[in-house]
């Protein structure tokens, strides 16, 4: 396992980050434990949950694995704010500083801990002014419950914006950003890659396997398995995650993956925890055996050859299928 800055920090995170959003829904909580253990083992040692992963359940599992194998000093612990926590409070959402306070708080409590070392926002909201979401957050850190506070899924010229108030207001900086990234989405390669370079903010990719279409679970001409994200093929991102394009992407996925030898998904793994400017792509394990299949990328080379395999099919800094949330406005995202 390699280690990499978390931007321009001091802090070493692992070249995998392990997603939590599974534990406690979809995973049991005994079989989450137990694939936090095995993480931690291969030398993971940066955990990633959301408070509004099950209304606050992700953040449960999550604390009491590590108060279980007493492994809480040794990790890169983030959790996120900004979704929808109670339907009937419209406080209960956003970047404001009310919810922003609250949240926190509540996230300690869950995951059992004094503090959170990497506190993000789950989103961007255009109607709070980035200045009072700065403020709460430079607060939470100055009274020792944060250590370094991050973004997902902003954009290059609102993260540009974020470091203008931050300086010109002496606020603690956002040193990291969570973008979707993966072979079927390739846009941030265009403005906020370069950006994460020129500034040095981390970038850490959420869905690096296209929400499981880069595993080649799904095929062109046959009907998903079901019980699995599309099962259904509904929604607009599904019809672009399933045109003749993307099953392009995977015939060569799959192709390279049969010449080295190992599975598609660690092919697609592989391919952007490689690529310039990355930090740590996000892997979300429902189980073990994907867990393992995870781990396993990291030894897998991906040469010039093959990348010049994939830029055919999926152009360098264009998408196949739009995994950015279209709107940006108030109270978008939910759970």
């Known amino acids: 396992m390699d280690y990499r800055n978390l931007g321009r920090t ?7 980050c392990l997603g939590c959003m599974m534990f406690g829904g979809r995973t049991g909580e005994a079989d989450s434990m137990d694939i936090i253990d095995r993480a931690i083992d291969a030398g993971i040692n940066f955990l990633d949950t959301a408070n509004v992963y099950g209304r606050g359940r992700s953040e449960e599992v999550v604390g009491t694995a590590l108060r279980r194998n007493r492994k809480r000093d040794e990790i890169v612990l983030a959790t996120k704010v900004h979704g929808v926590m109670d339907d009937d409070d419209p406080n209960a959402r956003g970047n404001h500083r009310l919810h922003i306070v609250r949240q926190a708080e509540a996230s300690l409590r869950r995951l059992q801990t004094d503090h959170i070392d990497l506190y993000q926002l789950h989103r961007p909201q255009s109607d709070i002014p980035i200045d009072e979401t700065l403020r709460a957050l430079d607060d939470l850190i100055r009274a020792g419950k944060v250590l ?121 793994l592989a391919w952007v925890a490689h690529q310039p400017g990355i930090t740590s792509p996000i892997i979300g394990p429902r189980n073990m055996e994907q867990l393992e299949d995870n781990l396993t990328a990291l030894s897998v080379e991906i040469t010039a050859d093959d990348r010049e395999r994939l830029d055919s099919v999926s152009p360098p800094g264009q998408s196949i299928a739009q995994y950015y949330e279209a ?8 759970w």
């Open 148 to 268: 370094y506070i991050g973004t997902s899924t902003f954009a290059a010229w609102q993260l540009m914006e974020s470091l203008w108030v931050s300086r010109e207001l002496g606020l603690n900086r956002f040193v990291s950003e969570q973008p979707p990234y993966h072979l079927l989405d390739r846009r941030i390669e265009r403005e906020l890659v370069p950006f994460a370079q020129a500034y040095g903010t981390a970038i850490i990719p959420w869905s690096p396997l296209a929400g499981g279409f880069l595993t080649g679970k799904y095929r062109r001409d046959a009907q998903p398995p079901s019980g699995t994200r599309y099962s259904t093929r509904s929604g607009p991102r599904a019809e672009q995650t399933f045109s003749s394009e993307a099953f392009d992407v995977l015939d060569v996925v799959e192709a390279l993956a049969a010449d080295k030898g190992v599975t598609a998904s660690q092919i697609a």
């Open 327 to 334: 709107d940006f406005g108030p109270h978008q995202f939910r």
């Open 10 to 16: 001091g802090a070493k995170v692992s070249q995998l």
